[in-house]
């Protein structure tokens, strides 16, 4: 199996100030059809997880521009350039190169 | 806007077989793959597994021993079966409409606990 870790698992932000999540892998996700399959979900308190970011950088639909994703191999990140009091909650990356794995989860609260 | 509605018991006993039904609405299931998730409480994710529209599947191979995925494209559902549960099976389990390569939509998700 994959395994995924993240990192931080906790992050306290302030209003307006970037965050970033760091999400590593044992294996290179590059699938032998020379894609990545990194995805970036995010799940607030009681709700279902949505999709945010697709192979390593794309934006999901109405996915707000705040959001990037970056990385290649077995290194990714997450980054949100201002944060917003609705970005709080649990963010997952997941692996779908070989089957599907998550990370643990980063958790991002306000200070 | 397709939507996913999971439906089935919240109460299963040791050793028996847990039984979910996803209603898909708002779109044909006949398109896609369809994939079961689930969460135990206040911990993290697990891919259970996915079935494309035509049948063929995929399972998460912790679990494949014990899970069927199967479709009813004549009900617009699709559903999921684990056998033999204990109390490590409890959690949230979620259905969700799959790219095939990550989740587009999810239902709301119910919780299943296992106990006697």
């Known amino acids: 199996d994959i395994v995924m870790t993240q990192t931080p698992l906790s992050s306290p932000v302030t209003l307006g100030q970037p965050a970033s999540i760091s999400c590593r892998s044992s294996q290179s996700l590059v699938h032998s059809d020379g894609n990545t399959y990194l995805s970036w979900l995010q799940q607030r308190p009681g709700q279902p997880p949505r999709l945010l970011i697709y192979k390593i950088s794309n934006r999901f639909s109405g996915v707000p521009d705040r959001f990037s994703g970056s990385g290649a191999g077995t290194d990714f990140t997450l980054k949100i350039s201002r944060v917003e009091a609705e970005d709080v909650g649990v963010y997952y990356c997941?692996?779908?190169?070989?089957?599907?794995?998550f990370g643990q989860g980063t958790k991002v609260e306000i200070k | 806007q397709v939507q996913l509605q999971e439906s089935g018991p919240g109460l299963v006993k040791p050793s028996e077989t847990l039984s979910l039904t996803c209603t898909v609405s708002?779109?044909?299931?006949?398109?896609?793959?369809w994939s079961w998730i689930r969460q135990p409480p206040g911990k993290g994710l697990e891919w259970i597994g996915y079935?494309?529209?035509?049948?063929?599947?995929n399972y998460n191979p912790s679990l494949k021993s014990r899970v069927t995925i199967s479709v009813d494209t004549s009900k617009n559902q699709f559903s999921l079966k684990l056998s033999s549960v204990t109390a490590a099976d409890t959690a949230v389990y979620y259905c969700?409409?799959?790219?095939?390569?990550?989740?587009?939509?999810w239902g709301q998700g119910t919780l299943v606990t296992v106990s006697s």
């Open positions: 969700a409409r799959d790219h095939g390569d990550y989740p587009l939509d």
């Open positions: 708002g779109g044909s299931i006949s398109s896609y793959y």
């Open positions: 079935i494309y529209y035509s049948g063929s599947t």
């Open positions: 997941m692996q779908a190169t070989q089957f599907r794995t």
